[in-house]
């Protein structure tokens, strides 16, 4: 390899779920979801289309949705992510992941981080949305098996559970 050769990196570090993460010996070209999933151990985000079709591999990044298989890992530096892993606090689930246990939005589950992820920005962005702006929110994801009744019921609850607790610290 030449020294000019820079398809190579030798480390960098990915601010990950309020964590700096070391990346090692990795390929310029690595999609963040490679990076996540096989370098540092957090496999939530899922690999399915690898062309941002299917929502699968949604993260936050700077404080938008994104697809993890369209951003080359390096470009990353800098950022503040946030995956489906980092969405809890203290190992248990969020509000959003309850939700969408109860209301049988989760069938085979391979869709189902992506679907979070997506659901917990919308609900930062806008904690009150309409059906409408929940089926835009969510138009980026596909999910083959609930037929998506269970998820918009899923987000209305926890929507209504965040105004509820709102309106109780405000009181």
């Known amino acids: 390899m030449s020294n000019s050769d820079t398809s190579n990196v030798e480390a960098y570090e990915l601010r990950i779920n309020g964590r700096n993460h070391e990346v090692r010996d990795s390929w310029i070209g690595e999609s963040l979801l490679y990076v996540l999933r096989e370098r540092l151990g957090l496999p939530g985000a899922k690999g399915a289309c690898e062309q941002g079709e299917c929502g699968s591999c949604t993260v936050i990044m700077d404080g938008r949705a994104v697809c993890s298989c ?82 918009l019921e899923a987000v209305r609850t926890v929507a209504v559970q965040r105004r509820g607790q709102q309106r109780g610290v405000e009181a």
């Open 70 to 151: 369209l951003v080359m890992s390096a470009s990353a530096v800098g950022s503040d992510i946030a995956t489906v892993e980092g969405l809890g606090t203290d190992g248990q689930l969020s509000d959003v992941q309850r939700a969408f246990l109860e209301a049988g939005g989760v069938q085979c589950g391979f869709c189902t981080p992506g679907f979070i992820v997506a659901v917990h920005h919308l609900l930062d962005a806008s904690p009150n949305p309409n059906d409408e702006q929940i089926k835009e929110a969510l138009s980026g994801n596909i999910c083959r098996c609930t037929g998506y009744g269970r998820i």
